[in-house]
T-cell receptor, first 115, second 115 residues
């Protein structure tokens, strides 16, 4: 089955710097990759996603890149702010070809933005 | 839009007791997912339903866990008997359907503590 690895597990950056979180997946049939942000004590919320037919997607300070050949995708946050501090989860969705729909989540990255 | 609703938000119980967690998906959503989140194992998919029918329960850890969805607007996750290792945050999520790009929206979670 699908396996998603996420690195790093913790990341500290200075306010204004960029942060990059990387995920790799094992199932080449995975074709949808959402990213969720979870603030302390709150629910995971979708912040950006990318489909397998797209190499990059950007939304203001957040961007996601996908390399299907290497089976990895990354979240990039530029000009980080204290409110970006949270746990970020990547996920890979199987289903378009297998018929079994699931999100497989990475283990999360705790991002701390230092003021 | 009220979003996904879960109750209770916090549950403290003693080992051996029955625990029932409840979820109301977003109106019009046909798919519902139950997740468990712990520090050690991250976000684990337990079971998911489509049109009130369980599709995949391979993530349910033991026979002590059961889930039902009697109608489109209500689902329960039951643990009987509960054990201390069941302590976790249980999230319910819903999506429009099982199309591979349908976003999953999470509820606020139920924090379960089994003493």
């Amino acid at each position: 089955g699908e396996n998603v690895e996420q690195h790093p597990s913790t990341l500290s950056v200075q306010e204004g710097d960029s942060a990059v979180i990387k995920c790799t997946y094992s199932d080449s049939a995975s074709n949808y990759f959402p990213w969720y942000k979870q603030e302390l004590g709150k629910r995971p919320q979708l912040i950006i996603d990318i489909r397998s037919n797209v190499g990059e997607k950007k939304d203001q300070r957040i961007a996601v890149t996908l390399n299907k050949t290497a089976k990895h995708f990354s979240l990039h946050i530029t000009e980080t702010q204290p409110e970006d501090s949270a746990v970020y989860f990547c996920a890979a969705s199987t289903g378009a070809t297998s018929g079994t729909y699931k999100y497989i989540f990475g283990t999360g990255t705790r991002l701390k933005v230092l003021a | 839009d009220a979003g996904v609703i879960q109750s209770p938000r916090h549950e403290v119980t003693e080992m051996g007791q029955e625990v029932t967690l409840r979820c109301k998906p977003i109106s019009g959503h046909n798919s519902l997912f139950w997740y468990r989140q712990t520090m050690m194992r991250g976000l684990e998919l337990l079971i998911y339903f489509n049109n009130n029918v369980p599709i995949d329960d391979s993530g349910m850890p033991e026979d002590r866990f059961s889930a039902k969805m009697p109608n489109a607007s209500f689902s329960t996750l039951k643990i009987q008997p509960s054990e201390p290792r069941d302590s976790a945050v249980y999230f319910c999520a819903s999506s429009l359907d099982l199309a591979w790009t349908d976003t999953q929206y999470f509820g606020p979670g139920t924090r379960l503590t089994v003493l």
